[in-house]
């Protein structure tokens, strides 16, 4: 109920109005956000990288109104990557594919992107293409397969919650890509989705296994488990180590500000991690997805606004 409440709320110009002008809620938006300029970022992962922890930036936007917006967006993310590879920090980029133009067609965001991987493939980069609301998980897999043709070096989100997810899946697997799984994060009618989080959790475990089966690995596929959730983390860890999956044939994704304490964790005990560092003023949709994860992070905003 709450979830749906701050999903919808994600998508009102006059909420995010009065938010990103309201001191409490930049405070705590601080703790997921790296910061607004990427200076800011490039801290973090500086940070991240000292630590033996991998990123991926996000600089944070989507649905542009305008076919020049995109080209701006596009534009920016080519200078991300040419600024990664100068800091020579360790970090993929990722992106969203309503920030690039994917309302203007799938032909229009394809050139964009094309635009983008001849910089990421110039520097040795990898970019990460985020999953969004279901009305674009067709046209993201178009795209997606679409480039694949021709780049290696790009890796898809996929949502544990959908139920059309473990046929993506297959189809991903034996192209022998990439793909960050996640539980996803918006909202979904229960004619395409799982809405209980025990069904989402027994979803994203039988995903999982399918990402790290005999199969899949011998098929050269990379898997990238995107939870803070430690009954799956733990299964992870216990499929790798019974396969024999060695800790560089697959990696754990967390966010940017959550379960600091297991991000310290796998990391301490050599598996690879990659922290998701969104930077950027676009902040408000992200930062309500956030909110709709785990309404208790309200708590922090209202410690936040009493301590004023
Ligand atoms: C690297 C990464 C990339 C992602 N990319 C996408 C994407 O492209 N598309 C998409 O739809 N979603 C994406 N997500 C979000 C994801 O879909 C989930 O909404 C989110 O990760 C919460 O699910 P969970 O797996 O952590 O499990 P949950 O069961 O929701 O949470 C497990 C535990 O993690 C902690 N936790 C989780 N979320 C929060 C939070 N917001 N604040 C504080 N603590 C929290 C809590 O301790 C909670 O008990 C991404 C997540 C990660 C980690």
Redesign the pocket.
Same mark, same amino acid.
């Not at 293409?129 to 969004?132: F, G, N, R, S, T």
């Not at 996640?182 to 918006?186: L, W």
């Not at 995107?226 to 430690?230: L, N, P, Q, Y």
């Not at 997805?289 to 785990?294: G, M, Q, T, V, Y």
């Given at each position: 109920m709450l979830r749906r409440f701050f999903i919808a709320l994600s998508q009102s110009e006059t909420m995010r109005r009065f938010v990103i002008q309201f001191g409490p809620a930049r405070s705590t938006a601080r703790r997921?956000i790296a910061g607004e300029t990427l200076d800011e970022a490039i801290a973090v992962v500086r940070d991240l990288n000292s630590r033996g922890i991998l990123a991926?930036l996000d600089h944070l936007g989507e649905n542009v109104a305008s076919r020049e917006d995109a080209r701006r967006a596009a534009r920016e993310y080519q200078e991300l990557l040419q600024r990664i590879a100068d800091e020579g920090v360790q970090s993929t980029i990722?992106i969203?594919l309503t920030h690039v133009g994917l309302d203007f067609g799938e032909d229009f965001c394809c050139d964009v992107m094309q635009e983008i991987f001849q910089t990421a493939k110039s520097v040795g980069n990898t970019v990460e293409? $985020?999953? !969004?609301g279901s009305e674009y998980t067709q046209d993201s897999l178009n795209v997606f397969h679409s480039l694949l043709g021709e780049y290696q070096n790009v890796r898809l989100?996929l949502? #544990?919650y959908l139920f059309r997810t473990e046929e993506d899946l297959r189809g991903l697997i034996e192209r022998g890509s990439s793909v960050?799984l996640?539980?996803? %994060?918006?909202e979904e009618p229960p004619s395409i989705a799982w809405k209980e989080?025990a069904e @989402? $959790?027994a979803s994203?475990a039988r995903l999982m296994d399918l990402m790290m089966s005999e199969r899949a690995i011998q098929k050269g596929f990379y898997p #990238?488990l %995107?939870?803070? $959730?430690?009954a /799956?983390i733990l299964r992870a860890e216990r499929e790798a180590t019974r396969r024999s999956i060695g800790k560089d044939r697959f990696e754990f994704?967390? /966010?940017h500000? @959550?379960?600091r304490d297991w991000q310290q964790r796998l990391a301490a005990d050599g598996y690879r991690l990659?922290?998701?560092v969104p930077y950027g003023t676009q902040w408000y949709p992200y930062f309500m997805?956030? /909110? #709709? !994860?785990?309404p #208790?992070?309200l708590l922090f905003m209202a410690r936040a606004y009493v301590g004023k």
């Open positions: 997921f991926t990722s969203k293409i $985020d999953i !969004e989100a949502k #544990a960050r996640c539980k996803g %994060a918006y989080k @989402v $959790d994203f #990238a %995107a939870t803070h $959730d430690h /799956l994704q967390m /966010l500000g @959550v379960r990659r922290i998701y997805r956030r /909110l #709709a !994860e785990r #208790a992070n």
